[in-house]
């Protein structure tokens, strides 16, 4: 089992950049594939970004695609997710998840751990 938690949301304006981090316990780590996944208010939990285990392959929402990066550092059990020229509406609760597999997917129902989650809110 892995517990994850989130930092680094927060308030910024439109064409500014988020770093999110997702610290995550456990000694297998690197046996998980990782991905971000944002819920807008009245909205459905959306597909954001994800990663496998090692970090060789990664997968974007066309939303976000070209204006964020998923990475890993598996020595610190990290997972983070740099987000660039932020809109409006990427505002959303951000969560990290793990799922108990090498490879990862772009299916938020497919993760099986969550984290509590983080704001971003992008002003316009």
């Known amino acids: 089992q892995v517990q994850l938690v989130e930092s680094g949301g927060g308030l910024v304006q439109t064409g500014g950049s988020l770093r999110l981090s997702c610290a995550a316990s456990?000694?297998?780590?690197?046996?998980?594939?990782m991905g971000w996944v944002r819920q807008a208010p009245g909205k459905e939990r959306e597909f954001v970004a994800a990663?496998?285990?090692?970090?060789?392959?990664?997968y974007y929402a066309d939303s976000v695609k070209g204006r964020s990066t998923i990475s890993r550092d598996n020595a610190k059990n990290m997972v983070y997710l740099q987000m660039n020229s932020l809109k409006p509406e990427d505002t959303a609760v951000y969560y990290c998840?793990?799922?108990?597999?090498?490879?990862?997917?772009?299916?938020?129902?497919?993760?099986?751990?969550w984290g509590q989650g983080t704001q971003v809110t992008v002003s316009s």
């Open positions: 998840a793990a799922r108990r597999s090498y490879y990862s997917s772009k299916s938020a129902h497919e993760y099986e751990y």
């Open positions: 456990g000694r297998t780590f690197s046996s998980y594939a």
């Open positions: 990663i496998n285990w090692s970090g060789s392959s990664t």
